[in-house]
Nanobody, 125 residues
Framework: VQLQASGGGLVQAGGSLRLSCAAS????????TGWFRQAPGKEREFVSG????????YYAASVKGRFTVSRDNAKNTVYLQMSSLKPEDTAVYYC???????????????????WGQGTQVTVSS
């Protein structure tokens, strides 16, 4: 499966952005999808995740209450609505997917076999 992340950009602190992750290829399979981000000089970190049904969602403590993950399986697309953005949210955001799902590892980047190319989010103060 191929993943295409989009929707990044430059926004002022307090603003909002919506990222999209569009899947193509083996879209008949059921994927759990995660969002990760990597800031310059820092390790890649988990941001959010959502199961195929959308029935379970996961958030990093740093974004809970500000970010909302959702999906539209008819469009093979997962969204990350980001609100109340802070300068520390500045990073390259990646979406990732895998057919295997476990609540124990959904926050781990090693759980995902498929990755998008990343989209830059810059929040100015």
């Amino acid at each position: 499966v191929q993943l295409q992340a989009s929707g990044g950009g430059l926004v002022q602190a307090g603003g909002s952005l919506r990222l999209s992750c569009a899947a193509s290829g083996r879209t008949g399979s059921r994927f759990v999808t995660g969002w990760f981000r990597q800031a310059p000089g820092k390790e890649r970190e988990f941001v959010s995740g959502i199961t195929w049904s959308g029935g379970s969602t996961y958030y990093a403590a740093s974004v809970k209450g500000r970010f909302t993950v959702s999906r539209d399986n008819a469009k093979n697309t997962v969204y990350l609505q980001m609100s109340s953005l802070k300068p520390e949210d500045t990073a390259v955001y990646y979406c990732a997917a895998d057919t295997s799902y476990s609540e124990n590892i959904v926050r781990s980047s090693v759980a995902y076999d498929y990755w998008g190319q990343g989209t830059q989010v810059t929040v100015s103060s």
